[in-house]
């Protein structure tokens, strides 16, 4: 039990962080007030030190895993608050300005943070689930305060319509995965991770996998789809991307998105990936993996939609945030491949979970500097959503532009940028996996994705500016985390090796222990190297 | 008592009686609470009105806790019992978001329906 | 060779872009051009430090763990063809930056620095010995021709730019799937090395022993994005848009050395990882290439645009460049390797010449220039020159490379049972070779005919036209000096071709031999041809 709490304390420290923030919003003073964003800061950034420090959770299903989305979510978090700072504080003060009086909903600055530290102590939670309840608690905590942010973000109605079809949405979603969790407890008897991998293991070796588990987990994964904004729950993306103020959309790509991302491979490892536990038993397999069948039939049937959906419908939009909203379902859709794909072998670049935690870390860098250059961008009062408020930034607006430029390459997968050592390790991974076809609909999707990226790459670089120069919302820090972010989708190209071996050690199942599980894998590789030979 | 509901099943199977109605089996139990899911999942899409949405995700919600229950009892554990309890708050935290979120709206626009929110397109 | 030669030639124009984006606008050509000129002379001392005895062999050879989680390694090293080509870009270079001398007049910092950008890229191309790297730098190449077409170049550049990178973009990430295949099959297969690297010595040793199957799909996947490149038949539709909006030094770089990194992955992928598919597919891929040969030098013919006629004869020769490729003997790929760079000479300096006239009459059109040998003879001679090194005029270095591809598809595989060093039996046959001499045929058909319009007969001028305030009738003294020296080489290399030959001698042949060694079935497949071509013959003395 005091094991357990000890590898809380990146979340304990943001809920005190959140305590603390609550306590500071409701000061007179407004020098106090405004530290609000200092202590998240602070606390994000403590929790993410804290978390790398810990080391991995024994009881998880992927120990190594929690340290490491933990600190991603922190550092992440962090460029994120600094988008997301003075959202909401702006509209206070102008109406304390205009003398507009007491706006109920806007009243009071500090919540914002600490909705946004919620969110983030329900991110952090996920990554440390080891049970359903738990995972089910988590993934509540993290969405439940994203409603509110959507909402409250902006005073215009686009923020509320999109507030309440997120949170409708979002709790249909969360229904049909607790449902699954239901069921998925009714057919294993358990709700923790472990014990349910267990019991699944022995109905495997047993014949089959119990249809009402199978069901269950069929229904939790279409549930979190939701949280990850992939077809068949992805309707509501654009509209609240687009509704919602930039800043809020920057934090809504990455923070449910990793959260659900995290409780995919959590329910996935209860039922597969097993070193090849599945082979055994005869419930599946193709080439090389070892998910279920049904399962991986779901999962490619939802990378391709959501790659294509988010694709081909982003090359529509004329709206900055729509075109970032769509693609954010195309990258989910990416990033599915490498689930499916799953842990082929030890090696980072073979291993599709590794690929999959790489590209989230390195999705959620690139996409806050996108979204930075629109929150950092204001016309007559309003956002500046427009695709012609590119035009011809790099020269009216350079630090802005060039941001653009990079994060968008980056986000096409371009060489030389960060998205493309991400991109790679997808493909080899599926290529491991025997995953042929899906591969080959990811490169089709990535030159789709060339369509629209290049739009907002060439923008800034090339158009002439149209009129003035967009003017820029009173708040510096966005420019500044755009800037980082730029800086990471190059920078850490030179240092990827470190992040990729974090990322290759953070996707070794830990069900059983290192040992075997290093000695499966290799037994894996040889099998399917005898396979291969076979053939 | 379960003994002599299994006796008096284990007698009617014997003389060729289908199963009497009151041994109630998980599946009765699975039953119902998929009627609930499905019953809240359909009129969640077919329904207009935003509370009426909302309760059915919250029927929804309780055909999940149903069934945490029963499994419990199939399984002998206690599990899903703590779980319901926690499906009850978070559930209530959903209901006092969703009350908020439609005074809100309906000071707005005057009116409960869905449809009354669609400024956004494409 | 000094290791320290090849990362220098790609580090150079980088840093001279940053120094023009760094300098005032006013002095950015000349940092340029002296960026560039210097980056020729290492290029001279490297022709010079390369051991030609040892033409085959990788030389000047760097190797830095780049990120080993990914097996990704900065390794370079040339052979002589790679080498030659690094060449040919480095001579290009300071001919672009000083053609651009009175063309660019706007943003002209920007321009440099990309144009410096894209030498960067194009020479790491070459040099790269890690597939990862080749693809990096390969891809790379998008972005400085991108902005080079649609900021710099004519009315529909948005259009020609966005289609040039989304047709070449799509064609190289199937390409990356593909070869990131042989990768994961170099690091799974019992046959590979067990380890995820991208060094593409040991991934050729791994790749030809997939199953023929598997070398298939390969090179499916590889050709789409090289074909794209080169381009061949169907996928070629972006090249004339590209060529005709680009702007000259666009224009000539795009002709002169970008086309060639589609025929430099044919000739170091698809030759050197899937020989056995390349054995067993090198028939339909011919056929392509001589339907571009003849359907483009077609389409020539009816040109009025004299750009637009030089970047469909592109499509044209370069079919000619894969044909001879795909004859998979000594003689059919050194002739393609040749070609590669004649045709960048001649097809560059063409570019450069229809460049020149655009500058004074602001037209292309051929019903509107005409005549010109009176008024402009000096440029009316090179014009003639280099359409005549085009065409294939004996003497001329076009001539060369042409007749070594066509002799290299004439060859069949009749000879296959005899062993003989350094030459092997063709893939091809006399037929692939008798349609593609008619593409040599149209060549002079159209480009006489363009230069009966545009050279000769009447002097035709636009109406509206007015001496340019800066450049005189003919030819100025920075034209010529632009010009000479690839004439002067065009001449070398039609007079005297052995010296080149010899130099390809050997990475040539080891390439060919690499393939029928590697293609075990191909002496399956001679067989198989033969006993096709007699149930052939037999039925049709049946039917007779």
Not at chain 1, 54 to 82: I, N, R
Not at chain 1, 152 to 161: N, Y
Request: glycine residues 10%; proline residues 4%; aromatic residues 10%.
């Amino acid at each position: 039990m005091i094991e357990r709490i000890a590898w809380l304390w990146p979340e304990i420290i943001l809920f005190l962080a959140t305590c603390v923030v609550m306590v500071l919003g409701v000061s007179p003073r407004l020098a106090l007030r405004r530290q609000c964003a200092f202590v998240s800061g602070l606390a994000l950034f403590l929790a993410a030190m804290v978390a790398i420090a810990t080391g991995p959770m024994a009881t998880s299903p992927w120990p190594q895993m929690v340290p490491f989305m933990k600190g991603t979510a922190g550092f992440v978090g962090l460029l994120t608050l600094l988008v997301l700072a003075g959202t909401v504080d702006r509209e206070v003060d102008r109406d304390q300005e205009l003398g507009r009086g007491f706006a109920a909903l806007r009243a009071n600055r500090a919540e914002f943070y600490a909705f946004f530290l919620f969110s983030m102590t329900g991110l952090m939670l996920c990554a440390s689930a080891d049970d359903l309840i738990w995972l089910f608690l988590a993934l509540e905590l993290t969405s439940l305060p994203t409603y509110v942010m959507v909402t409250i973000s902006t005073r215009r109605s686009r923020s509320q319509e999109a507030g309440v079809k997120y949170f409708f949405l979002g709790a249909l979603g969360a229904a049909i995965f607790l449902y699954g969790f239901s069921l998925l407890y009714m057919g294993t008897g358990s709700t923790d991770l472990g014990a349910i991998s267990t019991q699944i293991l022995a109905q495997a070796e047993g014949g089959a996998i119990n249809d009402i588990a199978m069901a269950g987990l069929v229904l939790s994964l279409i549930g979190v789809s939701f949280k990850i904004a992939a077809v068949p729950m992805h309707f509501y993306t654009a509209d609240v991307y687009q509704g919602a103020a930039a800043s809020v959309s920057a934090m809504l790509a990455f923070v449910p998105k990793a959260a659900g991302f995290i409780a995919i491979l959590l329910l996935v490892s209860t039922v597969g990936w097993q070193w090849g536990v599945a082979d055994t038993a005869g419930v599946s397999l193709g080439a090389g993996h070892s998910l279920p069948e049904p399962v991986r039939l779901l999962l490619w049937v939802m990378a391709v939609f959501t790659m294509t959906v988010g694709n081909v419908l982003a090359l529509l939009q004329r709206s900055i945030k729509r075109i970032l909203a769509y693609s954010s379902i195309a990258h989910s859709g990416y990033m599915l491949v490498g689930v499916i794909a799953g842990p082929q072998g030890a090696r980072f670049i073979d291993n599709g979970v590794a690929a999959t935690l790489f590209y989230l870390l390195s999705y959620g860098l690139m996409n806050v500097g996108a979204f930075a250059v629109v929150a950092s961008m204001e016309h007559k009062g309003e956002e500046a959503d427009d695709l012609d408020a590119l035009r011809g930034l790099c020269r009216t607006r350079p630090w802005l532009g060039w941001t653009m430029v990079i994060c968008a390459l980056s986000l096409l997968g371009f060489p030389f940028t960060l998205g493309f050592f991400a991109k790679v390790p997808l493909f080899t991974s599926g290529i491991a996996a025997g995953e042929y076809a899906l591969v080959v609909i990811l490169g089709i999707n990535s030159a789709i994705a060339a369509f629209y990226y290049l739009r907002l790459a060439a923008l800034p670089m090339l158009e002439e500016p149209v009129g003035e120069a967009p003017a820029l919302t009173r708040v510096p820090a966005r420019i500044v985390a755009g800037v980082l972010s730029a800086g990471a989708a190059l920078g850490m190209v030179l240092v990827a090796g470190f992040f990729m071996e974090r990322a290759a050690r953070a996707a070794v199942p830990g069900l059983f222990d290192g040992t075997h599980a290093s000695q499966s894998a290799t037994d894996q590789i040889a099998r399917s190297g005898e396979r291969r030979a076979d053939e | 008592m379960t003994g002599v509901i299994d006796q008096i099943g284990g007698m009617l199977a014997q003389a060729g009686y289908p199963a009497p109605m009151s041994v109630l089996t998980l599946s009765h139990y699975l039953f119902v609470s998929a009627a609930m899911f499905t019953l809240g999942m359909v009129g969640f899409l077919t329904r207009r009105n935003l509370i009426i949405m909302f309760l059915c995700t919250e029927m929804m919600f309780q055909a999940a806790g149903i069934a945490l229950i029963a499994a419990s009892r199939f399984w002998l554990n206690h599990t899903g019992q703590s779980f319901v309890i926690f499906v009850l708050t978070v559930a209530a935290a959903e209901a006092a978001m969703a009350l908020a979120l439609v005074v809100l709206l309906f000071r707005k626009r005057e009116s409960l329906s869905a449809e009354e929110w669609a400024e956004m397109k494409g | 060779m000094s290791p320290w030669i090849l990362p220098i030639l790609i580090l150079l124009p980088l840093l001279g872009a940053a120094l023009v984006v760094l300098s005032h606008a006013a002095r950015a050509r000349s940092i340029a051009f002296g960026i560039t000129l210097g980056a020729a002379a290492m290029g001279v001392g490297a022709l010079a430090s390369f051991d030609w005895s040892q033409a085959g062999a990788f030389q000047g050879e760097v190797g830095v763990p780049w990120v080993p989680a990914l097996g990704l390694s900065l390794s370079l090293g040339v052979d002589s063809i790679a080498l030659l080509l690094v060449a040919l870009t480095l001579l290009l270079g300071p001919i672009c930056v000083a053609a651009s001398a009175t063309a660019i007049t706007e943003r002209v910092k920007t321009y440099y620095a990309w144009l410096l950008v894209l030498q960067a890229a194009m020479t790491g191309v070459f040099c790269a010995r890690d597939l990862a790297l080749f693809y990096v730098f390969f891809e790379f190449t998008l972005i400085p021709m991108y902005v080079l077409i649609s900021l710099y170049g004519s009315t529909n550049r948005k259009r020609a730019a966005t289609k040039f990178f989304l047709y070449t973009f799509t064609g190289s990430i199937i390409a990356l799937a593909g070869l990131l295949y042989v990768v994961w099959v170099n690091a799974s297969a019992p046959y590979g090395s067990g380890e995820w690297t991208f060094d593409i010595a040991t991934l050729q040793a791994t790749s030809v022993q997939m199953s023929a199957q598997q070398q298939g799909w390969v090179m499916l996947a590889m050709l789409l994005g090289f074909a794209v490149k080169v381009p061949l038949f169907p996928v070629h539709t972006w090249l004339p848009l590209a060529h005709t909006e680009a702007p000259t030094a666009g224009s000539v770089i795009l002709a002169g050395v970008l086309l060639k990194l589609g025929t430099y992955g044919i000739y170091r992928f698809v030759l050197g990882l899937t020989p056995e598919g390349v054995m067993e597919h090198a028939h339909a891929l011919a056929v392509l290439s001589i339907i571009g040969i003849v359907y483009a030098g077609l389409i020539c013919w009816v040109q009025r645009d004299v750009k637009k006629l030089v970047a469909y004869s592109s499509v044209s020769h370069l079919g000619f460049c894969v044909l001879g490729m795909l004859a998979l003997n000594s003689v059919g790929v050194a002739g393609s390797v040749m070609y590669m760079i004649n045709h960048g000479l001649s097809t560059g300096a063409l570019f450069l010449l229809i460049g020149m006239i655009y500058e004074r009459y602001h037209t292309r059109d051929m019903e509107e220039l005409g005549g010109l040998a009176r008024k402009m003879p000096v440029w009316s001679t090179f014009m003639v020159f280099f359409a005549m090194a085009s065409v294939g005029l004996p003497g001329l270095n076009g001539f060369v490379s042409e007749v070594m591809c066509l002799i290299g598809a004439f060859q069949d595989n009749t000879v296959a049972q005899e062993p003989f060093v350094g030459a092997t039996p063709g893939r091809l046959g006399p037929w692939y070779a008798a349609v593609a001499g008619t593409g040599m045929i149209v060549a002079a058909m159209y480009l006489l005919y363009m230069l009966g319009k545009v050279v000769w007969g009447q002097l035709r001028e636009p109406a509206d036209h007015h001496p340019h305030p800066r450049l005189p009738t003919d030819l100025n003294a920075r034209e010529i000096a632009i010009l000479s020296p690839i004439a002067l080489l065009c001449l070398a290399i039609g007079l005297f071709p052995a010296p080149m030959l010899r130099a390809i001698e050997q990475p040539v042949n080891d390439t060919v031999q690499w393939v029928w060694k590697h293609a075990p079935s191909a002496a399956q497949y001679a067989e198989r041809d033969m006993q096709r071509a007699s149930t052939s013959i037999a039925r049709g003395e049946g039917d007779r």
